[in-house]
């Protein structure tokens, strides 16, 4: 069974900067990719960032140069640094474990999700 559990969540001023993380366990050496997506309440959820094992990254264009993923093998954990926070940033972030080809990024697993509020 894949689980995934983020964390790292919180309440942070606008300018400020949160870490999320997200532990796998589980088998989930068929995923080639994993990413962070988010939703806010009444919206439809968006990718965020998504990351492969090939050290490629994506963002969306809402969080470019703002946000970095990366990922800690040794430790079968997912980051998602975000900086520079506004409060539009604020979401429920999700962890999740899929396939990234053809640009295009497919989602299996999902993690439960960390609360991120942006305001003063």
């Known amino acids: 069974q894949v689980q995934l559990v983020e964390s790292g969540g919180g309440l942070v001023q606008p300018g400020g900067s949160l870490r999320l993380s997200c532990a796998a366990t589980g088998t989930i050496f068929r995923f080639n990719a994993m990413g962070w997506y988010r939703q806010a309440p009444g919206k439809e959820r968006e990718l965020v960032a998504t990351h492969t094992g090939g050290r490629t990254t994506n963002y969306a264009d809402s969080v470019k140069g703002r946000f970095t993923i990366s990922r800690d093998n040794a430790k079968n954990t997912l980051h998602l640094q975000m900086n520079s926070l506004k409060p539009e940033d604020t979401a429920v972030y999700y962890c999740?474990?899929?396939?990234?080809?053809?640009?295009?990024?497919?989602?299996?697993?999902w993690g439960q999700g960390t609360q991120v509020t942006v305001s003063s």
């Open positions: 999740n474990a899929g396939r990234l080809y053809s640009g295009s990024y497919y989602p299996d697993y």
